[in-house]
């Protein structure tokens, strides 16, 4: 599918508060495109809570409501729930950064998703606390500068699409801002579907990741491409990796050298060559295990009890 095949509909507007280069608001356009209207989106604090303007205007042309930073998948399992009851059959979906998902709203979005909550939830990770200026979170990778890793974040990042995975909910994707026709064709697939469904964004950041506005695209297909970033589908129990990711792994495409996407980034400016290798070493690890998961996910179609 291409980018231009995309409906023509905008449900967020032109003229918003983003920087330029956002992939945040590129992604969440692109998302709003799959949902359509019939879709209600709960903010927590971020930078979309920002950019989508203030009360009384909105850049965002479907309902939101802003909520608390621990509890987006708290307030989206009731609004759920309340529009149910009054008969209303919309997408329920969370719209949050990595800051609002990884660290601060984790305890609700682990109940939700345990819960099998009939909502969506997208985290659109830029693997920092962008809005408050800079700051690292849970999902910082290894040796990225962030205002509060100076020398390099010291600790590899969690995985909280992996842990999703381990809630065994309905679906659980990862896309990228560098494949927005990809990200575009997963939310379609998970407006479908009930239950609890969750979609994890690559979503580059040029003044956090520095780097120039117009890379942004670039950055999330070099990312995917160098296996910094992998996309994959895990629904109904099965996982399969999925776009360039696949390709790699088939042996259709060559994966890049990882220093191709770290030096593209200020960010990583300072590493040592010890740093590369030891981040080299984390994607291959985690490359390995992935592309194990997909394998034995098909060994293990054999029947235990007969
Ligand atoms: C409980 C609480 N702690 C801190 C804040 C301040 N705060 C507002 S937005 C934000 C950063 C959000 O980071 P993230 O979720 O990654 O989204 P991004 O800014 O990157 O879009 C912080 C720390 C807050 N609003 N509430
Ligand atoms: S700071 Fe980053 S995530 Fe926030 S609006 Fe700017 S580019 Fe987007």
């Known amino acids: 599918m291409r980018i231009s095949a995309l409906p023509r509909e905008e449900y967020l ?3 918003n508060a983003a920087c330029h280069g956002c992939a945040s608001s590129m992604c969440l356009r692109t998302v709003l495109k799959a949902l359509g209207k019939n879709t209600v989106l709960i903010v927590p604090a971020s930078c979309t809570s920002v950019y989508q ?3 009384p205007n909105s850049a965002i042309a479907v309902p939101v409501f802003n909520t608390a930073f621990a509890s987006a998948a708290a307030t989206a399992s009731g609004i759920k729930a309340s529009l149910l009851q009054q008969g209303i059959d919309a997408n329920v979906v969370v719209w949050a950064g990595d800051g609002g998902t990884y660290d601060i709203g ?3 979005l682990s109940g939700a998703a345990e819960r099998n909550e009939d909502i969506i939830y997208i985290c659109y990770n830029n693997e920092m606390y962008s809005n408050t200026g800079i700051q690292r979170s849970g999902a910082t990778p290894y040796g990225a500068w962030t205002t509060t890793t100076w020398s390099g974040k010291k600790e590899h990042r969690k995985d909280v699409a992996e842990l999703m995975m381990s809630h065994e909910v ?4 990862t896309a990228s801002a ?3 026709a990809d990200l575009y064709q997963k939310v379609k697939k998970a407006k479908k579907m009930e239950g609890f469904r969750y979609i994890e964004i690559l979503s580059p950041c040029p ?3 520095r780097y120039p506005m117009e890379k942004t695209v670039e950055i999330g297909k070099l990312a995917v491409e160098t296996g910094m970033w992998i996309l994959y589908e895990y629904e109904e129990g099965h996982f399969r990796l999925t776009g360039v990711s696949k390709a790699i792994a088939e042996g259709r495409r060559k994966m890049k050298d990882i220093g191709e996407y770290l030096f593209a980034q200020g960010r990583f400016a300072h590493l040592s060559d010890g740093d ?3 981040i080299r070493e984390y994607v291959e690890d985690r490359w390995r295990k992935l592309v194990k998961m997909e394998s034995d996910m098909h060994a293990a179609s054999a029947k235990f009890y007969v």
């Open 178 to 180: 560098g494949y927005l």
């Open 106 to 108: 984790l305890q609700a």
């Open 207 to 209: 003044p956090g990741w």
């Open 53 to 55: 303007g203030m009360f």
């Open 276 to 278: 590369v290798v030891k």
């Open 170 to 173: 309905p679906y659980v994707a």
């Open 13 to 15: 507007l032109p003229g």
